[in-house]
């Protein structure tokens, strides 16, 4: 049962999702602000749909670099689409009737993620690609900017935009983009088949390695200066933290391949499900 449980969460979808319930947490507690049960459910819904959208329209690829997870899906690859339509329905529904500035402002990722998936012709004239994640660097942006818009769309949500929740997004923005080359390590055989170009296909797994911890340094440098400048509270230090954490699995990582659909799926992904305790912890704390 509890392998059950636990190949659901992991392969359905639901840890990333959780992690943006952490996150959206994160940034209510960086303001002072409690998450609202309606906050957490409209950032555990568009996350859980669009990554379900992703999923359903990789499947064919995602089979070589994890056939164990693409085997989960394709038992209920009729479903996916119901899913993410359903998701989107009802996060879009409950956003209308809590503020229209705050259902607006969730039309970026409902575009992004249609862009990202789906694509569109008019995007090749412009980055020479159908689809945002078939570009260099392009894909691990989109993403990174994706994620990095959930501070501004909590101030949307409570109505309270200060410089603090626009600040954060930046720190947001590098975590996810170290995330995102680490998975295209873990992808590596099947983009390169599919003709994606990403950071490893083009410049090899060391290579990129490199390029995370590099972007490690600069998030653990950017959170200390804003704390510096007073710009964030001092209790932000500990989210320095996670620049070690992924660290540790990374050089985990380096030294036995074999285990990088774990480190991506479980222990590179979980590390934004742990965001919002952390943060809370450090706020009792940390004077």
Do not use: Q
């Amino acid at each position: 049962m509890i392998r059950i449980i636990a190949r659901e969460i992991v392969y359905g979808g639901h840890l990333l999702a959780l992690g943006t319930v952490s996150i959206a947490a994160f940034c209510s507690f960086l303001i002072n602000r409690t998450p609202t049960f309606t906050l957490l459910l409209l950032a555990y819904l568009f996350s859980y749909g669009a990554y379900t959208l992703d999923r359903s329209v990789e499947m064919e690829k995602d089979s070589l670099a994890n056939p164990e997870r693409t085997s989960y899906l394709r038992a209920r690859k009729k479903l996916l689409p119901f899913i993410f339509g359903t998701c989107f329905a009802i996060g879009y529904l409950l956003a209308f009737f809590h503020s229209l500035p705050f259902f607006f402002g969730l039309l970026v990722p409902l575009l992004l993620s249609f862009l990202y998936s789906l694509g569109s012709k008019k995007l090749v004239r412009v980055l020479g690609a159908k689809r945002l994640k078939e570009s260099l660097l392009v894909k691990n942006i989109v993403i990174s900017l994706a994620w990095s818009l959930i501070p501004f769309l909590v101030g949307l949500y409570f109505g309270f935009l200060v410089p603090t929740l626009l600040l954060i997004g930046g720190f947001i923005f590098l975590r996810l983009l170290v995330n995102t080359i680490f998975f295209d390590a873990r992808d590596v055989a099947g983009d390169a088949a599919s003709g994606v170009r990403t950071i490893p296909v083009v410049y090899g797994t060391f290579a990129s390695f490199r390029i995370m911890t590099l972007i490690d340094i600069c998030s653990a440098l950017y959170v200390s200066a804003l704390v510096a400048l007073r710009l964030l509270p001092i209790y932000s230090l500990v989210m320095i933290g996670f620049t070690l954490y992924s660290v540790l699995y990374r050089h985990a990582g380096l030294k036995d391949f074999s285990r990088l659909d774990v480190l991506c799926d479980v222990v590179g992904d979980g590390e934004y499900a742990l965001w919002g305790a952390v943060l809370l912890v450090g706020k009792f704390f940390i004077v």
